[in-house]
């Protein structure tokens, strides 16, 4: 099974020692998705490739649309020619690795890039999502995002939210969702360092000289080397999943866009479910199910009641049945058919309740 920690760190060590003349006249990666996010298909050089174990190769390009992982957001997959691109991992100045199988690329060669624009499209939905969510929890709450994930099925972000309730959440959701619908431009800006120091971003960038930034129109500036929306609406809806508390931060699970629609066919699916059990609508099922365990715990207790009665009928019918000895002991013997240990016991005391009376009692 592929595993990617394990991946990531073998590509890089395995990776070929570069002779000073490479380093020299190896330009860096140009970064096609830098300019455009919703770029899929574009010509590029095979300049370098690197074998691997299990038809693994590795193989950089004079450019590249391919995402490679980074910033919370997974890499782009698709083709390189007749290659299967699995994965991208990104090696600072030596560029982009695009980890592939099957076809060998040569190096010298132009191939043709396709990136499987469904997952690139997801991860943009996803990304801007967060730059949204995140910004709504800064205007209404002040609350900044610290860390982000996009995972299989949904998205986590790490809030410095004081007094978490559902409610609060709900808002900025709410806002974050109006941001969407009003269909908002996104543009990228390049700004030196300097620049950037009088301007104010919503997140403090680690890099050093000429920064991206991405400004959704009116709403929120942050740099970003990810693959965005161009437009808010693209995004389609955000929904808050669930909520915790982890680490003296709020962890909050959203979905947004495709993931959305996704989430709620399941959760209507339950629901519906549920529902049908009932014989009820949909949304009317939490009180029939509170009333259904209210009852189930008077039943317990009744049942409870009736084996108590039902344990001492039993010991004295065995009581009966058993003759006692010149000393006037009476010795209790009989093993029963599917009876649980409670119930034996229920029975053991009953019976030596009775004065001078010895129980042995066992059941099959
Ligand atoms: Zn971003």
Not at 47 to 55: G, Q
Not at 56 to 76: C, E, K, M, N
Not at 227 to 245: C, K, N, P, Q
């Amino acid at each position: 099974m592929f595993h990617k920690g394990w991946f990531i760190n073998s590509a890089l060590q395995d990776r070929k020692p570069k002779t000073k003349d490479f380093e020299l006249t190896m330009p860096p990666t140009e970064r096609l998705y830098y300019a455009d996010s919703h770029l899929i298909e574009f010509e590029a050089r095979v300049i370098d490739k690197t074998e691997r174990v299990s038809s693994w190769t590795a193989v950089i390009l004079d450019r590249t649309a391919f995402y490679p992982t980074g910033g919370g957001q997974p890499s782009d997959t698709g083709t390189l020619d007749g290659a299967r691109v699995v994965e991208c991992i990104d090696d600072g100045d030596n560029g982009v690795l695009h980890v592939t199988q099957g076809r060998t690329l040569e190096v010298g060669s132009t191939v043709k890039g396709r990136v499987d624009w469904p997952r690139r499209f997801d991860h943009i939905q996803q990304h801007t999502g967060q730059h949204i969510l995140s910004q709504a929890f800064i205007t209404l709450f002040k609350a900044a995002t610290h860390s982000f994930r996009v995972l299989d099925h949904s998205c986590e972000i790490d809030v410095e939210l004081a007094n978490p309730t559902s409610e609060i959440i709900e808002k900025a959701v709410s806002l974050a969702n109006n941001v969407i619908w009003e269909d908002r431009p996104l543009t990228i800006r390049q700004v030196t360092a300097q620049q950037a120091a009088d301007l104010t971003l919503r997140k403090e960038s680690t890099r050093e000289g000429e920064l991206r930034l991405i400004e959704i129109d009116g709403f929120d500036l942050t740099p970003c080397g990810g693959t965005h929306a161009y437009r808010t609406g693209e995004v389609g809806m955000i929904a808050v999943r669930s909520w915790e508390r982890a680490k003296g931060l709020v962890r909050i699970e959203f979905v947004a866009g495709m993931r959305a629609l996704d989430d709620y066919r399941v959760a209507n699916k339950t629901a519906r479910n549920v529902a049908a059990l009932f014989s009820a609508g949909r949304d009317d099922t939490a009180p029939l199910v509170k009333r259904l365990l209210d009852e189930n715990k008077d039943l317990h207790r009744r049942v409870r009641a009736l084996e108590e009665i039902a344990s001492r009928v039993e010991a004295d019918e065995l009581l009966a049945n058993a003759a006692p000895d010149a000393s006037g002991v009476r010795i209790v013997s009989n093993i029963a058919e599917n009876l649980d240990g409670e119930h034996l016991k229920r029975i053991a005391v009953a019976l030596i309740a009775h004065p001078k009376t010895i129980a042995l009692l066992g059941s099959r």
